[in-house]
Structure formats: structure tokens, C-alpha cells
């Protein structure tokens, strides 16, 4: 079975609050069933997700952000290398990096939406400005998902 | 009792290093150094924010919900907590023995996550800093600087992690947030395809472990005045072994050995763990001190993880692995190796060790079986203990009559290694840092001890726009004479 075209992934963990804004946007957007979309969650990005990567057109990453300008912010990403990897995370970039690093070849063209959060306290539920941002993400990648010539936000 | 270089005499009068190598919104590690005018070291502790908040998180919540929040505590291992919390939930239920097939479906996802975790740590965390040297250019120093050099290694790391994920997807029922291990059993069974599946890359898994044993095998030897001395200091090590001694990461009693390899308690029941272990509270530090209690607090601290399994276990079950092990035994002449950067290999050991025990899981037909739950006579509490990737793990629960919990202790790897992490830590500053000018290599050497063990740091919160490593040096009144940090684009300084 060949991969769909579009991958959307997003991650974080559903308990810490604001965190959870990468899996509730998964969770929104699969509920949409959009045609030759498919969207994958995990708590963080790690290396074997670069081989979700193949055999994309295109993918958007998604994460809560402690600094994006509210309600989002969305730019394309390349390949770059990572300094700071440990075993508990790993940045989006360097996913990318390590997929033209096994392939030989350029990853597909990847976005970056970062949702801004608030709260991350263990136990709480997402706050009300994150809920908020949530909407405004999914409004925006729903018009975007759809767009099969879209190349940029 | 204070340890050597943990509590300063005059810390007024010392400059502090503050090395932060990962801050998070929740829990954050830090390492802090005291140093004198010229740079003479006085004080070292590492820092490290504990789950007592998931403690109480838990607390409340119907018992049979328990499994699936735990898997919350961690993105990296949260599979030995799933099966930590199912086990101690197992004992509450007055489940003794578990069905073959529920028993060998768990021991299955158990063994995925430890091929995939320690495949993680190995090729991807550690080997930057083994094959290219502590002091090597930071740009390169990283998985992509692996996989730029040495691209075949690079790929196996990733492939098997990938296989360990996708044994814990066909056993956990999904990729992440598995639902698999229930109180009493399991609520799946593999289906022929997926037993299919799986089959079909084992044999390779094997074999790509034992490259790797392969590969740091030959690092070690090639080295061993680096590796053996490297934060190298004597301490005892603990575990879980099965009755017969052999090495088992999912069940087994509690077996601790001293420094020489004596044995201090072995085949312990470990629903009496709290007869035997007892945490320390220092005032210092969030995470607390475990020691056997017969030893007391001075002596009786120890290692957890790989290096202790591998030198407490008599033997290990699989072919390949016991090979190994027996050339590891070897290598150490006699008496344990103590060697922080020993943890590597003993890793590698363990993966192959893994590897095989999957191959053998997949070719029992009792994983194909529908016979999943077992029934006993309901308790209030339980114990669950598992040999997690990190070390060993400790899951305590007590449920009232509605079936809330009540009371929940946990005690992690990275608790069970606090004391032998500060350590170690201590013994590189002692040795790499004393008397010189610091500078980012010297720094990672410091990291280097530290992610020998891979502490967990409350890992699961990491928004983006958070800044992974960050050195602050203060002077006696806490102001702040330089920051450097290190982002994506390498090691920057602020001030």
C-alpha cells in the first residue's frame, strides 16, 4: 500500500495540559477523514520517524510552542543538524536531516505549525487560550489540507 | 553523612557552573559545580525533578485506568510502566500466574521496548560521543553526524527501534498509549499476520545486535584505559533475576550483590521491597536516595540498569547474549566491572539479549492464543516490579473498597541510580575538570557520565521553544559573570 500524500504529525503528551495541542489536533483533523491525508501522533519526534516521511508530497508538523506568536505560526523547514538530541527528544529539522541521511535523497517539503500554549501543568486540561488557538489552527490546515496545489501557507 | 565533593565546606566563597543539559516545562535535569578562584573543584551535584506530582496525579482514579496513565510518566519507556502498573494491579486482583499467552504476549511487548529503547540510547545518543570523542567538534557530534560517517550503523539504529515499535504496536493494540496489559492478563493475542510480520525481520534483529555488541566491544577493548576509568567509581548493584539466576526484565525477586560480587539479599519477594529499600530525602536534591536498608545509607546506595543486570544475573537464557556475557565476565578479570562507560556494552549485550528472546516469543504458537485473563482473590495492594531499559522499576498501589487508588509509590530507574549518577558525575569533574578552564568539551564530559545512565528527566512535556542545555556561571552572591547555551545552531554565548 503506497503512503498517502500528505502527512500531517503531531506530538505531545495529552496529560501536561498545552502540551496536548499536538494530539488534539491530530485527533480534530482525523475526524475529518480528508482524502489523501494521513495523520500519525507520538509523544515526541524520534529518528524512525523519518521513515514516515517517504514516499510523501507533502508533511506538517505540529507541536505546542512556548513562543510562537498566538494563535499560530506556520513556516516551511529544511534539514538541519541537531546538537542538542537526547533520547527524550528530537527537533523537527534534524527528522528531516536524518531522512535525506538514509535516503540520499531531499525530504519532501515540510511545515512547521506551532500552536502556541500556555499551561503545561501535569493534569490539566488544555486552558481556554490554547482551546481557542486549537480552532484557529484546524480552521487554517483544513483550507490548506484541501488546497492540493498548495506549496506555502 | 556527606559524600566527597557533595557538600562544599565553604561554598560562599566558591564560583558556581551551572550545567543544565535538558530544561523542561516540568522536569528538568542540572548539573552544578562549585569552583574556586582557580578553578578547583569543591562541590559537585546533579539535579534532577522527580514524578512525585504523578504520584498524586494517580491518586483517586479507578484502579483498571491506572496502566494507561502511567504511559504518561514517559514518551521513551512507557511500556515498563504500562506493565509495571498491571503487574502490581495483577497481585491486587490475587492473580498468582497469568495465562502462557498473557504471560508471553507481555513478555513480548516488554522485550520490543527494550530492544527499541536501548537501540535509541546506543545509536543515537551515545555512539556520537564514542565514535567521535568527547571533545569532537559539537556540529558533529549527534545522530546526524553518525549518520553522515557511518551510515549503515546509523540505519541499523534506526531499523531497530523501528521493529521494537512495531512489536509494541502489534502487542500494545496501537502505536502509542497502548492498551494491551490489563489487570489479570492481556486483551489481545497476536493475530497470524502479525505474527507473520514480525517473523519475517526477527532473525535480522538478532543479527544486528550482535554487530553492535560488536561495535562497542571493540571501542571498549581498543581503549580500555579511557573506558575502564571513565567516572569509574565501586559501588553495589541491584536487580530482579528469575529463580534460577538467569537474566529477566520482566519478572523474577529482588538480587543485590556488593562491589566485589558477594551477594547481600538474593530471590527477595519484591511485595516486601520496602523491608529491604528505603529512600533517603537530602535536602539539596528533589529526588531522593534509595540504599539497602541492612547496609544503611553510607554503604548500602547502588547501580541499577544494564552493568548491574548483567554481572548480578548467573547467566542469561539465550545463546548469543550468554556468549557475551561470559566475554564481558572475562574482560573484567574476576571482579565486577564498575566502569560507567561499561554500561554501554552491557547494553548492547542486553539488546541482543532481547532480540533473541523476541525470536523465540514469535515462534511459540501460545502468543496466537484466545485463553488471555486469569481471576484470584481481590486484594487492597501490590507490588510490580520490572527491569525497565533505565533499571529497575517499582510500581506500589494501594485501592479502597470503590476501587480508587488510594496510595501510589513509585520508585524509577533513574531514582535507583541517583546516588551512583552523582557518582559518577563527580568523578569526571574530579579528574577532567580540576585546575583547567572549562570549555563545552570539557562540559561533555560531564554529559557523557550522565547519559551512560540516560536519566529519565519527566521527559514528556517538551513544547517547542525550549532551550536544551544551558551553563550559567555565578559567582558567590548568585550574579550572574557568564551564560552559554547550546541550540540548534551550536554553542552561543549570551553575555
Known amino acids: 500500500m503506497s503512503a498517502a500524500p500528505v502527512l500531517v504529525f503531531g506530538w505531545g503528551n495529552p496529560s501536561r495540559g498545552d502540551d496536548a495541542l499536538g494530539p488534539l489536533f491530530i485527533e480534530a483533523l482525523e475526524a475529518l477523514a480528508l482524502p489523501g491525508v494521513e495523520c500519525l501522533t507520538d509523544f515526541q519526534l524520534q529518528v524512525e520517524h523519518a521513515l514516515d516521511l517517504q514516499g510523501r508530497q507533502r508533511v506538517l508538523f505540529v507541536d505546542a510552542s512556548l513562543t510562537a506568536p498566538a494563535p499560530f505560526s506556520v513556516d516551511p523547514i529544511a534539514a538541519d543538524k541537531d546538537p542538542t538530541f537526547t533520547t527524550h527528544a528530537m527537533s523537527p529539522q534534524a527528522v528531516l536531516h536524518v531522512y535525506g541521511e538514509l535516503n540520499g535523497a531531499e525530504p519532501p517539503p515540510t511545515w512547521l505549525l506551532a500552536i502556541r500554549g500556555e499551561k503545561y501543568e501535569l493534569g490539566e486540561p488544555l486552558s481556554a487560550a490554547a482551546s481557542d488557538h486549537l480552532a484557529a489552527a484546524l480552521s487554517w490546515a483544513r483550507e490548506w489540507l484541501t488546497n492540493e496545489g498548495a506549496t506555502a501557507p | ?495
Not at chain 2, 547467566?315 to 565486577?336: H, K, M, N, Q, W
Open chain 2, 1 to 495: 553523612m556527606s559524600f566527597e565533593l557533595e557538600t562544599a565546606a565553604h561554598p560562599e566563597k566558591l564560583k558556581r557552573v551551572a550545567i543544565e543539559p535538558v530544561s523542561r516545562v516540568e522536569g528538568h535535569g542540572k548539573v552544578t559545580i562549585l569552583l574556586d578562584d582557580n578553578n578547583k573543584v569543591h562541590q559537585v551535584r546533579l539535579h534532577i525533578v522527580e514524578f512525585r506530582g504523578f504520584e498524586r496525579f494517580i491518586q483517586g482514579r479507578p484502579y483498571w485506568e491506572v496502566p494507561v496513565m502511567v504511559q504518561r510518566l514517559c514518551g521513551i519507556c512507557p511500556v515498563s510502566h504500562h506493565l509495571a502498573a498491571s503487574k502490581a494491579l495483577d497481585v491486587v486482583l490475587g492473580v498468582k500466574h497469568l495465562t502462557p499467552t498473557a504471560e508471553k504476549i507481555r513478555r513480548l511487548m516488554h522485550y520490543g521496548q527494550m530492544l527499541q529503547s536501548h537501540a535509541l540510547h546506543f545509536f543515537h545518543l551515545s555512539s556520537p560521543d564514542l565514535l567521535f570523542g568527547f571533545d569532537s567538534d559539537v556540529a558533529k557530534r549527534n545522530i546526524v553526524g553518525v549518520a553522515a560517517a557511518y551510515p549503515e550503523v546509523a540505519k541499523k539504529g534506526i531499523l531497530l527501534r523501528k521493529f521494537g515499535q512495531e512489536v509494541i504496536r502489534h502487542t500494545a493494540g496501537k502505536r502509542v498509549h497502548g492498551t494491551g496489559a490489563i489487570p489479570g492478563g492481556v486483551n489481545k493475542s497476536l493475530s497470524k499476520e502479525e505474527r507473520a510480520e514480525l517473523h519475517k525481520d526477527a532473525y535480522q534483529m538478532v543479527m544486528w545486535s550482535r554487530d553492535a555488541v560488536a561495535i562497542i566491544k571493540k571501542l571498549h577493548m581498543q581503549n580500555p584505559a579511557l573506558y575502564n576509568s571513565f567516572g569509574t567509581f565501586k559501588s553495589n548493584f541491584l536487580s530482579i533475576v528469575a529463580p534460577d539466576g538467569a537474566l529477566d526484565f520482566y519478572h523474577g525477586a529482588l538480587r543485590a550483590r556488593d562491589a566485589e560480587g558477594k551477594m547481600i539479599l538474593d530471590q527477595v519477594d519484591y511485595q516486601d521491597y520496602d523491608k529491604v529499600i528505603e529512600e533517603e530525602v537530602k535536602p539539596w536534591s528533589y529526588m531522593k536516595f534509595p540504599f539497602i536498608k541492612s547496609l544503611g545509607k553510607d554503604d548500602g546506595w547502588y547501580k541499577v540498569g544494564p552493568l548491574a543486570r548483567v554481572q548480578n544475573c548467573d547467566y542469561i537464557p539465550t545463546p548469543l547474549a550468554d556468549a557475551e556475557r561470559r566475554e564481558f565476565v572475562d574482560f573484567a578479570g574476576g571482579s565486577p566491572l564498575h566502569a560507567t562507560l561499561g554500561y554501554h556494552w552491557a547494553r548492547m549485550i542486553e539488546m541482543l539479549f532481547a532480540a533473541e528472546t523476541i525470536k523465540d516469543l514469535l515462534n511459540d504458537d501460545d502468543i496466537e492464543g484466545d485463553n488471555l485473563m486469569a481471576t484470584g482473590e481481590r486484594g487492597r495492594e501490590g507490588v510490580g516490579v520490572i527491569e525497565a531499559p533505565r533499571g529497575t522499576l517499582f510500581h506500589h498501589y494501594r485501592i479502597d473498597e470503590d476501587d480508587l487508588v488510594t496510595m501510589a509509590n513509585l520508585i524509577v530507574s533513574t531514582t535507583n541510580n541517583n546516588h551512583a549518577m552523582n557518582m559518577a558525575v563527580r568523578e569526571v569533574a574530579k579528574k577532567y575538570l580540576d585546575g583547567k578552564e572549562l570549555t563545552e568539551g570539557l562540559l561533555n564530559h560531564i554529559e557523557v557520565a550522565i547519559r551512560a545512565y540516560d536519566p529519565c528527566l519527566s521527559c514528556a512535556t517538551h513544547a517547542l521553544g525550549q532551550m536544551p542545555l544551558e551553563v550559567t556561571l555565578e559567582d558567590c552572591e548568585g550574579k550572574v559573570i557568564d551564560r552559554v547555551y547550546r541550540d540548534a545552531h551550536g554553542l552561543q554565548s549570551t553575555l
